[in-house]
């Protein structure tokens, strides 16, 4: 299994602003997600994280808004950029660890006025 | 979009009943995961059943997996006020680890 942090937990921001969630792994993994859970509703993949090289983003994200850096093998960030209350919602980043098994951060509850 | 479909919606059963949920997909797929979020918190990771699996057992947890009905259900047995939470399938389709999240089921247990 892999164990996951997430910084902020959450987060109370103004429109317009920016802000960047990290996300760090125990364990070197290859594989790490990132996954938006809007209110009241399932989580939709936003991009996978890539070790040196750049995120490849699921169609309805785009590189600007959601730009994302994975430094290393334990490590990520999603910035939510020029935010605006509809992006108000919980940020979840995940690995995956031996076996396929895709372990889950506790999430970054974003509130965006 | 969503790959999977769970029903129902919303379970309310008595502590110590059984809580079956289904998920149903429509591409076929390289392995299913359940997972749990309690109160829109993370998700904890329940059971992984790979598509040449029929089913796998994990203490209270009893998974099925059909893929000529492209279905899977989670059987919780004995239930309790803390198995309260929702419930969501996701598959895996093609081995690249990009989950695609069913709407989930909301399992309340009344103690």
């Known amino acids: 299994s892999a164990v996951i942090s997430q910084k902020p937990s959450r987060d109370i921001c103004q429109r317009g602003t920016s802000l960047t969630i990290q996300c760090q792994v125990d364990s070197q993994v290859t594989m790490m997600f990132w996954y938006r859970q809007q209110p009241g509703q399932s989580l939709t993949l936003i991009a996978t994280a890539n070790q040196g090289s750049e995120a490849t983003y699921e169609s309805g994200f785009v590189i600007d808004k959601f730009p994302i850096s994975r430094p290393n093998l334990t490590f990520s960030t999603l910035t939510v950029s020029n935010m605006s209350p509809e992006d108000s919602s919980i940020y979840l980043c995940?690995?995956?660890?031996?076996?396929?098994?895709?372990?889950f951060g506790p999430g970054t509850r974003l509130t965006v006025l | 979009s969503q790959q999977g479909e769970e029903d129902p919606q919303a379970l309310s059963i008595q502590e110590g009943e059984n809580a079956t949920m289904n998920c149903s997909y429509k591409t076929s797929i390289n392995n299913l995961q359940w997972y749990r979020q309690n109160s829109g918190r993370g998700l904890v990771h329940l059971i992984l059943?790979?598509?040449?699996?029929r089913e796998k057992h994990s203490g209270r947890l009893r998974v099925t997996l059909d893929t000529s009905k492209k279905s899977s259900s989670l059987l919780i047995t004995a239930s309790r006020a803390a198995d309260t939470a929702s419930y969501f399938c996701a598959t895996d389709r093609s081995n690249t680890g990009k989950l695609i999240f069913g709407q989930g089921t909301t399992l309340q247990v009344k103690p």
């Open positions: 995940s690995a995956q660890a031996s076996y396929n098994e895709q372990f």
């Open positions: 059943i790979r598509s040449n699996e």
